[in-house]
């Protein structure tokens, strides 16, 4: 099993930045993929970043390109979401995500809120 802790969240203005935090444990070694992803009120869980073992970044959805950067520190068992010009619209809980062979693990979610 995979356990997932994110940090990071809050309330920011529009424009502004933050960065979320997650801290995997448990079996990391079977980890591939670790991703982000985000459900606001009424909407589907959309995935915004996904990131490789390698550390190779392959998928942003057009709607945060150019604004969020997914990072990974494997010796820190940690991946990293950078969102940098921050939108009402991108107010959500953020979950970060791990694939290993046939499952995905999920955190418990960290809200991000951007309002003036």
């Known amino acids: 099993q995979v356990q997932l802790v994110e940090s990071g969240g809050g309330l920011v203005q529009p424009g502004g930045s933050l960065r979320l935090s997650c801290a995997a444990s448990?079996?990391?070694?079977?980890?591939?993929?670790l991703g982000w992803s985000r459900q606001a009120p009424g909407k589907q869980r959309e995935l915004v970043a996904r990131?490789?073992?390698?550390?190779?970044?392959?998928y942003y959805p057009d709607s945060v390109k150019g604004r969020f950067i997914i990072s990974r520190d494997n010796a820190k068992s940690t991946v990293y979401l950078q969102m940098n010009s921050l939108k009402p619209e991108d107010t959500a809980v953020y979950y970060c995500?791990?694939?290993?062979?046939?499952?995905?693990?999920w955190g418990q979610g960290t809200q991000v809120t951007v309002s003036s």
């Open positions: 448990g079996s990391i070694a079977y980890i591939s993929n």
């Open positions: 995500h791990a694939l290993v062979p046939s499952e995905i693990y």
């Open positions: 990131i490789t073992t390698s550390g190779t970044t392959n």
